[in-house]
């Protein structure tokens, strides 16, 4: 799987985070990609060129930084971020296997002509809390039988009983929830 963030467009929905990541710039936002460790390659795209405090952080190597395991990319002075990340769309060897992260339609629709999964920013970010917040013992998978009986009366439902008629939508709203499917309606 390859992971292409469209950057100020997902940080523009700080809205999402936790107070203390509110004010998360571009490397911020890297670092909190790179402690989910996903799995793949991960690229963060931004516009224009980078800012000084950039080149002062990660070093002045031009175009592409690298912050951990996650790439850095930005545009070229005078240049957006959405003209780049259509290019690389378009370059995409498995296109199939990238997954989009923006609420521009513009570059939306490009990952989707080429058969790319799309996700919408806020959701994504809040995927990222998710990932970067601790498990506790009682939200780990249940593993015993009183572990189970415990979801089954969290999710309402009766032992033995049959699903509900409705359990396909239920099944791919939760799926997109925790982001194992990509819901190609947004």
Same mark, same amino acid.
Not at 54 to 59: A, H
Not at 64 to 90: F, T
């Given at each position: 799987?390859?992971?292409?963030?469209?950057?100020?467009?997902?940080? $523009?929905? +700080? $809205?999402?985070?936790? #107070? !203390?990541?509110?004010?998360?710039?571009?490397?911020?936002? %890297? /670092?909190?990609?790179?402690?989910?460790?996903? !799995?793949?390659?991960?690229?963060?795209? %931004?516009?224009?060129? *980078?800012?000084? #405090?950039?080149?002062?952080?990660?070093?002045?190597?031009?175009? @592409?930084?690298?912050?951990?395991?996650?790439?850095?990319?930005?545009?070229?002075?005078?240049?957006?971020?959405?003209?780049?990340?259509?290019?690389?769309?378009?370059?995409? +060897?498995?296109? /199939?296997?990238?997954?989009?992260? +923006?609420?521009?339609? /513009?570059? #939306?629709? =490009?990952? @989707? !002509? @080429?058969?790319?999964?799309?996700?919408?920013?806020?959701?994504?970010?809040?995927?990222?809390?998710?990932?970067?917040? *601790?498990?506790?013992?009682?939200?780990?998978?249940?593993?015993?039988? *009183?572990?189970?009986?415990?979801?089954?009366? #969290?999710?309402?439902?009766?032992?033995?009983? +049959?699903?509900?008629?409705?359990?396909?939508?239920?099944?791919? $709203?939760?799926?997109?929830?925790?982001?194992? =499917?990509?819901?190609?309606?947004?």
């Amino acid at each position: 799987m390859s992971l292409l963030l469209d950057a100020y467009n997902v940080l $523009h929905c +700080s $809205h999402v985070l936790p #107070q !203390r990541w509110a004010e998360v710039d571009a490397v911020g936002l %890297c /670092r909190l990609i790179d402690r989910a460790r996903p !799995r793949g390659v991960a690229r963060v795209v %931004c516009d224009g060129a *980078p800012p000084r #405090q950039v080149r002062l952080e990660l070093g002045d190597r031009g175009l @592409r930084h690298s912050v951990g395991a996650v790439e850095l990319i930005y545009a070229g002075g005078g240049k957006d971020a959405d003209s780049l990340i259509e290019q690389i769309i378009e370059d995409e +060897s498995s296109p /199939r296997q990238l997954v989009l992260v +923006s609420n521009d339609r /513009r570059v #939306q629709a =490009a990952a @989707r !002509r @080429r058969g790319a999964a799309v996700v919408a920013s806020e959701e994504f970010l809040r995927g990222l809390v998710a990932a970067l917040r *601790p498990r506790t013992a009682e939200q780990s998978k249940p593993t015993t039988e *009183p572990d189970a009986d415990y979801w089954v009366e #969290q999710f309402g439902l009766e032992t033995g009983a +049959s699903p509900p008629a409705d359990l396909d939508s239920q099944t791919d $709203h939760w799926l997109r929830e925790f982001g194992f =499917a990509q819901d190609d309606d947004r």
